[in-house]
């Protein structure tokens, strides 16, 4: 492996696919998959999205990702889109420490991340915005139940932020699953929501409908591509419907620092969902041992570089 | 340290305790505070979930410690009530090799989770048997709408096998939460039921509607005590709700492998959880880095000691 | 897998090999795998000790295991030996708070190791023992050249504490190697000892000398077995030590925290000791991915229980 | 964050400095770290090498850093200078695949190391080449006691490879000590060239001479930088040495998988090192947790960046 000055990204790369064995290695081949995904017309490309990638700064790549439609299909955790919208509504994440007093942020009102800060204001004005947009959405369409994507593509027709990932997804027809969309802020906004209601219509999330709008999608797709950021339940669900679709998944990258042994879903083997039908067995596949942060954005310009800024995916799913 | 032929567990964790560092000092701590949790009358003690803990041996332990009260509400992945009920079915979960080939398993209907191998034909079972429930339930409550936990107590009294999480859950009176239960079987169980019922009713899971259900548990609740094996969706449902019960969490025991540095919520410190109010900043907290099959049998067995095995906790909620 | 009130620690790990999974069945494994060593007459025993496990509380467990020959040599890092000594001359380790100011310690004179306050007094009046017990053995001995193990034995014979592990193996005739004795508190302690000494005689310590001593050992044991508390320069002396003697490992047992997927010694599959014919492809093999101070007292107490207080092997090298 | 088509690596860098967290934000910091010791004409570089990095491609870069003097010391393991000089005698790393079967790789004569095979001839011709070189300094100098760093010189000018580690600081004049030199093929090594020679006079390694090689460049330094690529020994006995020569390291950077939770050296807080006084409390720190073979050439290429490919520091120790 060598590398010089002002090389570019996928010049790096290039040396970690060329030269690089562990890591780099996997990096290098992750990219290969992702460069094949994009490149197949009829592939379906579903990102996974958990942890906190977007407090942490992954917004505008994945906006911008989805913009191009390097992505089809997002499923994410409910606190990811909080935070998308948090910022959409004008609110910040600010750069911390990881080492303060968290009695002391308590009593200053300020939640941590990690290193991150988020200033609880920024989270009450967020609520009180999503509780309106709530409300209108129950005038709207009285007693009809949603499922998180359709309330993703309620919610990003109302906001007007291009970095913003759901706005990105709605203008781009994405769209947003959010399994596990009551694990999250927005079950307290519903809850302030239906409270202040009665007797006014409130607005219904059924748990179980995304289920079939997402097997349709799957089943409709020649092939199906994952990026996975993470684990959890977006990987679930995805690894779950493509079984019950009765597809397998052709292309698979999962970066995570989860690992097999203790044998929880997020660090087991790419292999192992072979078994359960879920991953075809000659699938493409690539694990990264690492920080989505790091490697993430390191895949992206590599990719970007690949394709040219210009250039855009077209897909109807 | 010392060890010797024919000690108890527990004699082992007062030696952790006495002499022990790094994480035999936080085991031994855990335990106390496991005991003082329950030795607190005013304390509800929610069990959080996640990981294949079920499949992997630990539903006789916790179906006791439930039936004993030493857990008053269960907050889980859906996978670990779907595995439980595949044993009270008649299913099975064997013993099976994790470096296995996955094609071949997948040829001979077989699912691996690490080492643990399930027949595909446990599951068809128990998908048939779930359906007909569905149907029954739907049947008996027309046009109601369900949270996860209200779901569970119907399948929990349909059910018969004392050993059972779901049925030891119901018997004792003790509330099952399943945030993200569309991320599981059950949403295949529900697309199968659903399919075939038209125009006959299909039962429908409304996804807020628990968090009302937890909350006032939790605002009735003079103490707060929390028990994670693993992390993800029920940790954070459960944090999420001490904090907007205004309550916080009193006592609280984490058994995790994730490290807080890539910034998951799964493993970000308890002390994270108070710049959030979400865990006082005076409670009593450990966190074990280790494999929750390990660890927690060696808890389970150290809190029964201290306390015999006849008594059992008495608590309303 | 069932626990209840007063089970003993081996009818714990029973469980573990009959209903549990991932860590759990890996642990119950490894003791049975730790049994047969101890059965197997022909077999010599290497434990390898890396990490703080000496200061950590393990101390007192070793020294019963090595006087009763559960163990027939030592390889360790030098850390454990300097820590072991420490106590041996009185001085102490003291269970403090992982989070504690580093900068107050300093000022305070107090060495951390994680959770482990030291105090810099102890390490002050352990050096200047051990810097007259190199005085004293360079007298008797001038310019003999010294391995490692030869100067462990000439410190065992000087000391007197029956929890030592360095006194133990003296007792005991189990050799102790510390193949990276450099990298240790001992180097400071050779350097004040030269420093002081010209024109007297410097105790001389060979790097190689030792290397014969272990392949020797290995040549003319029948069968070897190992057990790794860690990993690093242990771990690796011992297997490389068994590729050059031409005999490979019958019995591996590995307790550690590192993966393999970033290339590491300390986390590489025992598998891949086999591609090195370090370990034999049919050895018997566990690796437990867990922190050291939990998994390894819960295996001795099992092991014990299995041989009663009273057995103890017998074996020469 | 932003990320672009055909943007270099510090220009990526800089997007994590600017709008990352996490992994991302710790990246940019260590880069910075870097640049500031670079700059500093008083500063001491020490390179801590520990894994199979040479093995897995940073040969090429850590060669080209030591002929530009951004190291002006190295401490390394063993097995890095043997796979270093491996490659000098004409041997070769392969990239093969982790999940090969050891035992048919060892039938072939071929080490798996990860996902690097390394045929079993390329040792032998490696070994062969090291024992004549051996013979002939044994030849040269007479019962000299060598310490690793002056053996590392004495090899460093027989070899003729540019890109080789060892000869670049050879002629970059950087010490290189190898403090565990004897865990490594050269104890195999130095065993055969040994049982060859009587009566002929053989290598002589002091295991303790280059203590104070060592301390006296530290006691020269007006400060001192340490970058870690793993941990282990060589991470010791930097910090060690800085403690016992009574300076005090100025920057650190640590890239690492290990944790501090189970108390070993490798994955200890660079914190805890101030409480030894190894470490200075205000010194600049930065510690990412992630694959060396990722984060080190991006680091490396960002540095580059900075200086121009044709900057080279000069500096005497």
Redesign the interface.
């Known amino acids: 492996?060598?590398?010089?000055?002002?090389?570019?990204?996928?010049e790096?790369i290039a040396?970690?696919g060329k030269?690089?064995?562990?890591?780099?290695?996997?990096?290098a081949e992750a990219c290969d998959i992702y460069e094949r995904m994009v490149r197949d017309e009829e592939c379906t490309i579903l990102l996974s999205l958990?942890?906190?990638v977007v407090?942490?700064?992954?917004?505008?790549?994945l906006a911008?990702l989805i913009r191009k439609r390097f992505v089809d299909v997002v499923v994410t955790t409910g606190?990811n889109v909080i935070h998308d919208l948090l910022e959409a509504f004008g609110g910040h994440?600010y750069?911390g420490h990881?080492r303060t007093d968290?009695?002391l942020?308590?009593k200053y009102h300020?939640?941590?991340?990690?290193?991150?800060f988020v200033p609880e204001e920024d989270f009450i004005k967020e609520d009180s915005n999503l509780v309106k947009m709530f409300d209108q959405i129950a005038e709207e369409k009285k007693d009809y139940?949603f499922s998180?994507n359709e309330l993703m593509t309620e919610i990003g027709k109302r906001i007007d932020d291009s970095n913003s990932i759901v706005r990105s997804a709605y203008d781009a027809k994405v769209p947003i699953f959010v399994?596990?969309?009551?694990?999250?802020?927005?079950?307290?906004i519903?809850?302030v929501h239906?409270q202040r209601r009665p007797p006014k219509p409130v607005l219904?999330?059924?748990?179980?409908k995304?289920?079939?709008e997402l097997?349709e999608i799957l089943k409709k797709s020649s092939r199906i591509g994952m990026v996975v950021l993470?684990g959890?339940?977006p990987r679930?669900?995805i690894q779950?419907s493509a079984a019950?679709s009765r597809k397998g998944i052709d292309y698979a990258i999962l970066i995570t620092?989860?690992?097999?042994?203790?044998?929880?879903?997020?660090?087991?083997t790419l292999?192992?969902?072979?078994?359960?039908?879920k991953i075809k067995?000659r699938a493409s596949k690539a694990?990264?041992?690492?920080?989505?942060?790091?490697?993430f954005?390191?895949m992206?310009?590599s990719i970007?570089?690949r394709?040219?800024?210009k250039f855009a995916r077209s897909r109807e799913l």
């Open positions: 492996m060598k590398v010089r000055s002002k090389m570019t990204v996928n790096l040396e970690f030269s690089g064995s562990f890591g780099a290695g996997r990096v958990a942890g906190a407090p942490a700064g992954l917004r505008s790549i911008d606190a994440h750069k990881w968290d009695w942020l308590y300020t939640y941590r991340i990690y290193d991150i139940e998180s399994p596990a969309i009551r694990d999250s802020e927005f079950s307290y519903h809850l239906m219904k999330v059924n748990a179980f995304e289920t079939l097997v993470g959890g339940v679930n669900t779950h019950i620092m989860d690992r097999p042994e203790t044998g929880g879903l997020s660090g087991s292999s192992e969902a072979t078994s359960w039908g067995p694990t990264i041992v690492g920080d989505v942060m790091v490697v954005p390191l992206a310009a970007l570089e394709f040219g800024d």
